[in-house]
T-cell receptor, first 113, second 114 residues
Framework: AQKVTQAQTEISVVEKEDVTLDCVYE???????LFWYKQPPSGELVFLIR??????QNEISGRYSWNFQKSTSSFNFTITASQVVDSAVYFC??????????FGQGTELSVKP | DSGVTQTPKHLITATGQRVTLRCSPR?????VYWYQQSLDQGLQFLIQ???????AKGNILERFSAQQFPDLHSELNLSSLELGDSALYFC?????????????FGPGTRLTVL
């Protein structure tokens, strides 16, 4: 069965610290897609990144970077020099056939000034 | 702003009642998804439509039903409401509904059943 595990329920850091959010997934498919979404206190879900199973290149977007490792079934997300505006719940998700998203339980990140 | 709209934003109702949640996808998107977010279950997929046809079904209760209309907007109907149905209901849309499409989420409808 497909499953996404975000073992860190809550993380608290001080502004400017780097923080890594872990995501481990299980799937039997050889082709699959992984996503990260951000849910700020306002409640909406904001798409951050998509990664397909054939592309293990790390990706960097500003202060955000993602490390995809098929060997360990992980797709971790790092925020460099965190800011208070990064405070949110972050969800990792795996896409099944037909596009149904399977979400992890989410990691609540609190960045304190 | 994702371009996906949902109405109403908040809904308070009583047990046993029926409600309808509405979603308009982003312009050009043919596929609509419904998800439920609750404290105990997390974010759960309910159902997906593509161009008016049901494409995939999750753990959607029999008391819940949905449809996608010719203009591509979708409605989620929840009936015989129970306290446990209180949750945030999200609609999302994507271009073709395939697994590689990113899904863009609406702001959600917060349902409170008293």
């Amino acid at each position: 069965a497909q499953k996404v595990t975000q073992a860190q329920t809550e993380i608290s850091v001080v502004e400017k610290e780097d923080v890594t959010l872990d995501c481990v997934y299980e799937t039997r498919d050889t082709t699959y897609y992984l996503f990260w979404y951000k849910q700020p206190p306002s409640g909406e879900l904001v798409f951050l990144i998509r990664r397909n199973s054939f592309d293990e290149q790390n990706e960097i977007s500003g202060r955000y970077s993602w490390n995809f490792q098929k060997s360990t079934s992980s797709f971790n997300f790092t925020i460099t020099a965190s800011q208070v505006v990064d405070s949110a719940v972050y969800f990792c998700a795996l896409s099944e056939l037909a596009g149904k998203l399977i979400f992890g339980q989410g990691t609540e990140l609190s960045v304190k000034p | 702003d994702s371009g996906v709209t949902q109405t109403p934003k908040h809904l308070i109702t009583a047990t046993g009642q029926r409600v309808t949640l509405r979603c308009s996808p982003r312009s050009g998107d043919l596929s609509v998804y419904w998800y439920q977010q609750s404290l105990d279950q997390g974010l759960q997929f309910l159902i997906q439509y593509y161009n008016g046809e049901e494409r995939a079904k999750g753990n959607i209760l029999e008391r819940f039903s949905a449809q996608q209309f010719p203009d591509l907007h979708s409605e989620l109907n929840l009936s015989s409401l129970e306290l446990g149905d209180s949750a945030l209901y999200f609609c999302a849309s994507s271009t073709t509904g395939d697994s590689y499409n990113e899904q863009f989420f609406g702001p959600g409808t917060r349902l409170t059943v008293l």
